[in-house]
């Protein structure tokens, strides 16, 4: 069959050899991320038409105001892990603490956690700007049979076995890795069917788009304010292109396709950046990595960072090798 007409499921079914735990558990995870991502893409391509967006009134761990569509993706997202019997923890953006799944037989058997900000970007929701899931997924390292642990969940982002990335845009693609390149799949909603649609997504070693939020600037470490004149210097291949949507999956995927770097840096006002290791930054540098591109808090590897805490923060500097090298370049030039 050619790729491009292969379905998700086809395509989890081939390669299910392989994940190296495989016994259908990959399948039973990525599934259950298809139908929900399904769920979701149906509420958010009608956000506009019905009493469902706009703030929920409360707030998350985050201090940021809960959309509506928030808490519906958050929930959607959380039921169908359950329901598959393959997690045996839940970690999102918008539950203040993991959540225990203890399985059909209250056995805590299952293998698996998940990680996961379930409606990335959605103070675009209003402004009809493309949004996002982010998942990211580990084997339990506690014993099986018991409760899982935030132990369990503070893994560094080398043991993730599975990430990716929904995108809500004009189209709705998942993208994921489970370490072995990574692979986007396009959604036809008509019949509700994922179909192969960009086989072998590679970042380009090099690229001419920095995305990062200029108005931060006079906040900036000298670092990134050296690097973002290097990209506005009239020389060689430069000026770059600035491009910022505010959405990290919707700025990392185009990114990726084209060739850039996103950087979201620490600032005087969020000391330690904005994105979270656990559920962003991790997940998305595992894709990157995957797709040959390079991931840093401007200075060392995103993915061997040793986690503690459920939602911290860490500096993010993602996307086409050759650009996030010469931004660490200027990061350390600037210490
Ligand atoms: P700022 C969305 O809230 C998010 O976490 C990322 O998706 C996005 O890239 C970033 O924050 C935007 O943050 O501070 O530039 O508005």
Redesign the pocket.
Known sequence: MKDRNKTLGEFIIEKQEEFKYSSGELSRIINSIRLAAKVVSHKVNKAGLVDIVGAAGEQNIQG?DQQKLDVYANEVFIQTLINREIVCGIASEENDDFITVQGKDASHNNKYVVLMDPL????NIDVNVSVGTIFSVYRRITPMGTPVTLEDFLQPGVNQVAAGYVIYGTSTMLVYTTGHGVNGFTLNPAIGTFYLSHPNMKYAPDGKIYSI?E??YIHFPQGVKDYIKYCQLEEGDRPYTSR??????S?FHRNMIKGGV?I?PTSSKAPNG??RLLY?CNPMAFIAEQAGGKASDGFDRILEIKPTELHQRVPFFCGSRNMVEKAEEFMTNAT
Request: proline share 0%.
């Open positions: 940021e990335d970007g959605s103070s939020n108005g931060n910022y949507i505010g959405s990290l999956v700025d996103y979201y904005k994105l962003e």
